[in-house]
């Protein structure tokens, strides 16, 4: 089945532990986001990645870290999470040539 | 800045009327819009896809439209049914790297 794997699921964690969250999608896509979703804010883009060690920031980046080492998977690293990450985290792909966006099931992270 | 707006935002209409959700965007030139729902806690499901060339696209009982033009589109349901019950979100994209997303319409279709 086409779709995008998000991990975990759900995550509580303390202020300052380093986390990732992972993603990984099996339809070759090129293309990978991160988005948040925050009640009243919407879905807001975090990094973006157009290829394989291609990345750049998208609208809320400060305090999020990703890499692109192989095309199937797009982590997104929390050095050091702070309550104002809390939030429900979606990864997307999509291919090059269509730019039809897949979401994964979403991480509800809270940090305390 | 492209920015996208759902009107309304929310919704209740009975089981089995038709109707209609709209999303308007002020920059249009996009590559594409597409139509998404979202059930309460999960994750986002692509509904349609409107390519810029495109004027409408159907899927089942939805219909999407797109006026470039005017800068509009809209997510027709027909014969809606409780599991019709969603958040309904449309999004743009412009280059290839970001989706501008409307803050979405809660619909709730009573049986």
């Known amino acids: 089945e086409a779709q995008v794997t998000q991990n975990p699921r759900y995550l509580i964690t303390v202020t300052g532990k380093k986390l990732t969250v992972t993603c990984s999608q099996n339809m070759n896509h090129e293309y990978m986001s991160w988005y948040r979703q925050d009640p009243g804010l919407g879905l807001r883009q975090i990094y973006y990645s157009m290829n394989v060690e291609v990345t750049d920031k998208g609208d809320v980046p400060e305090g999020y870290k990703v890499s692109r080492k192989e095309k199937r998977n797009f982590p997104l690293i929390l050095e050091s999470p702070s309550p104002n990450q809390t939030s429900l985290y979606f990864c997307?792909?999509?291919?090059?040539?269509?730019?039809?966006?897949?979401f994964g099931s979403g991480t509800r992270l809270t940090v305390v | 800045k492209q920015e996208v707006t759902q009107i309304p935002a929310a919704l209740s209409v009975p089981e089995g009327e038709n109707l209609v959700l709209n999303c308007s965007f002020t920059?249009?030139?996009?590559?594409?819009l597409q139509w998404f729902r979202q059930d309460p806690g999960k994750g986002l499901t692509s509904l349609l896809l409107?390519?810029?060339?495109?004027r409408e696209q159907t899927s089942g009982r939805l219909n999407a439209s797109l006026d470039k033009s005017s800068g509009r589109s809209t997510l027709y349901i027909a014969a809606s049914q409780p599991g019709d019950s969603a958040t309904y979100l449309c999004?743009?994209?412009?280059?290839?790297?970001?989706?501008?997303f409307g803050q979405g319409t809660r619909l709730t279709i009573n049986p």
């Open positions: 999004a743009v994209t412009r280059g290839a790297q970001k989706l501008v």
């Open positions: 997307a792909s999509s291919p090059r040539d269509k730019l039809a966006y897949t």
């Open positions: 409107i390519q810029s060339s495109q």
């Open positions: 920059d249009s030139a996009i590559y594409n």
